[in-house]
């Protein structure tokens, strides 16, 4: 067993509250319960012995590829989704037979609030003889809390402080304890299966029914037909069907089922570089990539997750303003909670050592004012309800505007977070001319009351603001904050608000000198930490969101050869199961929280684009080739 698996070895699996990170050797090393930002119950991902796991690997050492019917005596390991599920099957192919674990979460038939979570852990072997060992060390807490074993025939019980763990074996597997943990070895012969659950509840709720032979074959095929039904939904029938497809359900496994608040991704504490201190909590819903994930889950056909989180971000419009004294605020726990203290969990190593690690985000009380473009945005994404666009709605979204007026022209810290100062951000003022703009259009489409020549005057001053201050003459492109000369690819969403031509000449120079700055072979740099200091030691990787946003641009600028081998290429940093962390480091591989939903939302807005300027025949790749 790799202590540290790399942060890409992993496969995902949920159940729409809460979801498991299981590596490519079987182990699930990262679980929290019962939500998505609830204290861990196996976290060996950030400290190997203080995290706990919960292991099925078959017996001999893992090993990379080798040639002959042996393997060089070692055991092979492959991952993957069952086509068009959150079904995870990992192999292993071993010199005496090869057996699969398939792991998945039965998802619950109605989208409430529950304490109590199933990890399903089926096992088989399709060829040969294979044996197999099973270690279950639950570490309540983040690792701070103790726990006690009781052994109840073929349960064994995990008791902590207001949460319990019960894992329920069939007969093949003898769970045997191993201090206050369990073991177990068992073999089984072509043909054989068996299965463990795993149920995390809360302290004195009913303990889970006595586990029947058949029990876990009826789980898979209700999980099974759950997500087919769900992707035969999708209306996407483009050239990248299987990674299209693959991004939609993450996006729905990192959504919270019971509001419809989606979060940027289930880990924390995975370092945007080795060793570094760039180590954030993203189990939140922050405003501004679940905004912008309503456009590309609407336009795949998935219009209830759509106006599900439109729901939840008019709920906060409605509930009269956030801690921090603004409207909103940039993140939110999962049921519309404000409250993120962060706290550094000294007692845990981190990933290879990453330290420090963070539970809750203290960037939450920023001021990031292009979060209200979004928010706007997110709401003008019409869907099939009328009710969200209903007069008590329309006058809390008339009511932010009508503030905005006031309060658009400040510094703030940015979209990226940073923790350098406030500055007068060009994507901050593009947001906010984006909130203007569709508000605007949407009173005007629904007759709804609004103030619309105070707030046409807002947004024009914002575009002229822009176009002057935003512009550097110098660099002919726009520029990250006012005054300066520092690139940032957040602008490479103008064209996609709607703010500028994406043929436009100045446009075209911007997109010229980013590619000559920001973007090493195909992948792209937020911006320059060394032109821009960030107040963060070390540095980062490239950023996939705006990977496949550079691939948009691209696309919609007409320049189809290099957009198309730009994504291509893109899609080769894929992990082995379609995933993509937060970024990409200096020898390809991935970095930051795992997987992060702005990636993919990102990756299914840079296929639809690409897809479409492909099939109207525009562009080409007159002064360009694949060495450029």
Known sequence: MNPYPPIAEHGLIGDLQTCALVSSEGVLDWFCSPRFDSPSVFASLLDHDRGGYFGITADGPAGGDAEGPAHGGRVLTHQLYLADTAILITRFLTPDGVGEVVDFMPVPEEHTATDRHQVVRYVRVVRGTVRFTLECRPRFDYGRAPHELVMDGSTARFEGPGVTADLQAMDAVALEPDGQDVRAAFTLDAGEHTAVLLTVRDAGSEAPPDLETGDEVRQFADVHRFWHGWTGRCRYRGRWQQMVNRSAITLKLLTYAPTGGPIAA????????????????????????????????????????????????????????????????????????????????????????????????????????????????????????????????????????????????????????????????????LMCWVAFDRGIRQAMATARPADLPRWTAARDAIMEQIMTRGWSTQRQAFVQHYGSHVLDASLLLMPLVGFISPKDPRWLSTLDAMDAELVSDSLVYRY????????????EGTFSLCSFLYVYALARAGRLEQAR??????????????????????????????????????????????????????????GWSAGA
Not at 528 to 539: H, I, M, N, V
Not at 577 to 590: D, K
């Open 528 to 539: 320059d930490p060394e032109a821009s200091p960030d107040g963060l030691q070390g540095s």
């Open 565 to 622: 081998y730009a994504f291509d290429k893109m899609l080769t940093y894929a992990n082995h199961v379609g995933l993509f962390a937060e970024e990409i480091g200096p020898t390809g591989e991935q970095l930051g929280n795992f997987p992060q939903a702005f990636t993919h939302l990102a990756l299914i807005t840079a296929a639809l684009a690409l897809d479409a300027e492909l099939d109207r025949g525009e562009g080409g790749g007159q």
């Open 266 to 429: 289930p880990t924390m504490g995975l370092p945007e570089q080795e060793g570094g201190e760039r180590n954030w909590d993203y189990r939140y819903t922050w405003i501004r990539d679940a905004s912008l994930s309503v456009r590309a889950m609407r336009d795949l056909g998935f219009t209830d997750e759509a106006d599900g989180f439109r729901r939840w971000l008019q709920q906060r419009l409605q509930a009269g303003g956030a801690p921090n004294g603004e409207p909103l605020q940039i993140m939110y726990r999962v049921d519309g909670d404000p409250h993120l203290t962060e706290e550094v969990l000294d007692h845990l190593e981190g990933w290879r050592g990453s330290a420090p690690v963070r539970a809750g985000n203290g960037a939450a009380d920023q001021l990031q004012l292009d979060i209200y473009g979004e928010a706007v945005y997110g709401l003008a994404q019409h869907g099939q309800t009328d009710d969200i666009v209903g007069y008590d709605a329309w006058m809390s979204s008339a009511g932010l505007l009508d503030w905005l007026c006031d309060n658009w022209d400040r510094p703030d810290e940015g979209i990226w977070e940073t923790r350098g100062g406030q500055k007068d951000f060009t994507y901050s003022r």
